[in-house]
């Protein structure tokens, strides 16, 4: 049986790991990373707002309601979901979640110079924000990442979902000779690259769905 490290908590990867079970690999799911809010004041008004991660989503609106004649703009379906489940409609969604510089592009030409405010982690990589003019956008820091490394079984694959759980794995952990690794789009396959660790394969887009597709070719 082939084990497989995922650096997300078991709790919502429930459904693949069903998935990876039926097909014969053994799952060892733990993240690195602990989340905590940041309470801060609303900026000034903003025509959009840009979700990052379905984790912005939730802290975001841990505090604030969203603004009715806001303009809702997500980085991938994910995030979208968790924005459609308070019954609001989302007007722009990356198409490549897994190339946030691309989607960033995408998302400064459908703004057309409206202002944006970015709900962000304190650990944000800031790749949207940074393709735009600072008068253009607001950043609005709405929850704490912090990393805590932690051991975990040797694997006959790895995948990394960001660089923030890649930096807390390799705090006590390195990839095992031979093995596959796979990271959860550009901007963690870009720090394991600067690790020394060159991935298998880039999920073009970070979602299960893909990791499926990914895997099912490979075995």
């Given at each position: 049986m082939?084990?497989?490290?995922?650096?997300?908590?078991?709790?919502?990867?429930?459904?693949?790991?069903?998935?990876?079970?039926?097909?014969?690999?053994?799952?060892?799911a733990?993240?690195?990373?602990?989340?905590?809010?940041?309470?801060?004041?609303?900026?000034?008004?903003?025509?959009?707002?840009?979700?990052?991660?379905?984790?912005?989503?939730?802290?975001?609106?841990?505090?604030?309601?969203?603004?009715?004649?806001?303009?809702i703009?997500?980085?991938?379906?994910?995030?979208?979901?968790?924005?459609?489940?308070?019954?609001?409609?989302?007007?722009?969604?990356?198409?490549?979640?897994?190339?946030?510089?691309?989607?960033?592009?995408?998302?400064?030409?459908?703004?057309?110079?409206?202002?944006?405010?970015?709900?962000?982690?304190?650990?944000?990589?800031?790749?949207?924000?940074?393709?735009?003019?600072?008068?253009?956008?607001?950043?609005?820091?709405?929850?704490?990442?912090?990393?805590?490394?932690?051991?975990?079984?040797?694997?006959?694959?790895?995948?990394?979902?960001?660089?923030?759980?890649?930096?807390?794995?390799?705090?006590?952990?390195?990839?095992?000779?031979?093995?596959?690794?796979?990271?959860?789009?550009?901007?963690?396959?870009?720090y394991?690259?600067?690790?020394?660790?060159?991935?298998?394969?880039?999920?073009?887009?970070?979602?299960?769905?893909?990791?499926?597709?990914?895997?099912?070719?490979?075995?």
């Amino acid at each position: 049986m082939k084990r497989l490290f995922i650096s997300k908590p078991s709790a919502e990867i429930q459904e693949l790991s069903r998935w990876l079970m039926e097909e014969g690999f053994s799952v060892h799911a733990h993240s690195f990373l602990h989340f905590s809010p940041i309470l801060s004041p609303l900026p000034s008004p903003f025509d959009v707002i840009f979700f990052s991660s379905p984790r912005s989503v939730i802290f975001f609106l841990s505090q604030y309601a969203l603004p009715a004649s806001v303009s809702i703009a997500c980085a991938g379906e994910k995030t979208a979901e968790i924005v459609r489940s308070t019954a609001r409609t989302v007007d722009f969604v990356g198409q490549q979640s897994g190339d946030m510089g691309a989607v960033a592009e995408a998302f400064k030409r459908w703004c057309a110079g409206r202002s944006v405010l970015f709900p962000v982690s304190t650990r944000s990589l800031k790749t949207v924000i940074s393709v735009f003019p600072e008068e253009q956008c607001q950043e609005l820091i709405v929850y704490e990442t912090t990393i805590q490394g932690k051991a975990v079984e040797t694997c006959d694959l790895y995948v990394f979902t960001s660089p923030s759980n890649s930096e807390g794995f390799l705090m006590e952990n390195q990839v095992a000779v031979g093995a596959k690794v796979i990271a959860w789009g550009t901007s963690t396959a870009r720090y394991l690259g600067e690790q020394g660790i060159d991935p298998t394969h880039t999920l073009t887009e970070s979602s299960s769905e893909k990791l499926k597709e990914y895997l099912s070719s490979l075995f």
